[in-house]
């Protein structure tokens, strides 16, 4: 058997070595024999700035690992199979009975494909082309798809922001029963706040989801959670912006998150988001919505809905830490910033040596507020001196707003206004539960393992 240097593209020598010395290209289904046991499944192509001293196998299971090419003592090559990762868009049926669902597409992990030239995960689904992929979608709605932007949400910001809100505006002007936006994990959480300033009393579910692994991983959650948001803006009754995304670390439920008290909290788990100082609103399985609550904002039979789609992105958020420096605070005013959300210390302090800045940031006319960076709790600045003689700064407590969310209303509310009064009247009213009266009892879970008790429960319900 012969093959071309082209069927080795990426690998380099010394693996491209015994890769050629062995006859098995990329794409061929083998069984490594090395130093460390047998390893069988398909060689990948590699990415461009990988080392060169790994072969990379796709594994049966549907994992990847690389294999040194020094602990490899004989490759049989038992097939080949180049695999096909794309798929094709297909047009969503339709069934005049069901309800018409939008799904707006932005990109994100939720639509994605592996790519195995940079061995990055890269933005590779249309909107079209989830239905090839889920096709349980068609039993729920009528969906009709439109790709707004193809990022991930690092790269997602206050125009994309304000053009979502647009155009899931229009879409409810039309008489859309449901909104899915598609969005990637990392910020979805800054986009769900954003979104929830921007719109308004809507009359329908607008549900955010996305999903922590792509789509071609065997532990992947971007089909379930795509049902599940679905089944809610077809469905659900609470109508206002939500996060869909796992509950549990199983599927057997996902749960709707408020988008203004909703933090992601693992880099990789499914179930990684979390509502803060709060409840969800509900949770979502193959029986449809039930809510944890009744104080949400109810689907109505119109088609109304508030737009105020504005952003000024002269805002920035800065998390104190000990020992910082005023040329912090001092640099965002000497570059045209015009807010400031600070994560501050306990119920909200910074050290003395930033209030000459604070000072200096008032006086030109920067817009100041306080959250803390405990996630959980409340602002409470006049209990200590420190408190309050940041106040006396001109420093405003925004009570438990979340960090994330307190900068995105600041960019918005300075996005309508500059006076000081009325940023503050805008700031402090709350809007969709971004603010409470107070933390539930359960609103602040946390379980530390180790702990007896702890480790006790987690035995009888871990599966």
Known sequence: MSFNQEDYKGYRSPTLDLLQAQEAPVWSEVTLYTTRGEFSGLILPRSETADA?????????????????????????EGRKVANYQIPEKEFPHDPKKPRVKLFGTGGTIASRLDYRTGAVIPAFSPGELYGSVPELADI???????????????????????????????????????????????????????????QDSPVPIVMVGSQRSSDRPSSDAAINLINSTRTAA????????????????????????????????????????????IPLGKIDDEGVTPFR??????????????????????SLVYYYPSMKPDIIDSLV???????????????????????????????????????????GYVQMYVYETGREIMSLGVVPASNMLPEVAYVKLGWALGQSHDY???????????????TEREPHNGYLLFQGGIPEVDEFISSHWK
């Open 53 to 77: 001293d790994h072969i990379v196998l796709k594994l049966v299971t549907g994992y990847n690992i690389g294999i040194r090419h020094d602990t490899v003592e004989r490759i049989s090559v």
């Open 141 to 199: 709605c009528n969906m009709e798809t439109e790709k707004l932007y193809g990022v991930f949400s690092e790269n997602m910001g206050p125009d994309q922001w304000m053009g979502c809100a647009r155009a899931i505006a229009e879409e409810i002007e039309k008489g859309v029963a449901g909104i899915v936006v598609g969005h990637g994990t990392d910020t979805m959480h800054h986009t769900a706040a954003a979104l929830s300033f921007m719109l």
């Open 235 to 278: 469905t659900s009754d609470i109508a206002e912006v939500m996060v869909c995304m796992f509950g549990p670390t199983s599927d057997k439920y996902g749960l709707l998150h408020r988008g203004t008290r909703v933090r992601k909290m693992h880099s990789s788990y499914r179930s990684t988001f979390r509502t803060l100082s709060d």
């Open 294 to 315: 009744s104080d949400y904002n109810k689907r109505r039979p119109d088609n109304e809905i508030k737009l105020n789609a504005v952003f000024d992105d002269r805002v």
């Open 334 to 376: 000497e570059n045209g910033y015009k807010g400031i959300v600070i994560a501050g210390t306990g119920l909200g302090h910074v050290n003395k040596p930033l209030y000459p800045a604070l000072d200096r940031a008032r006086k030109a006319g920067v817009h100041i507020y306080m959250t803390v960076q405990t996630m959980w």
């Open 421 to 435: 009064d009325e940023v503050k009247r805008i700031m402090l009213t709350p809007i969709n539960g971004e603010t």
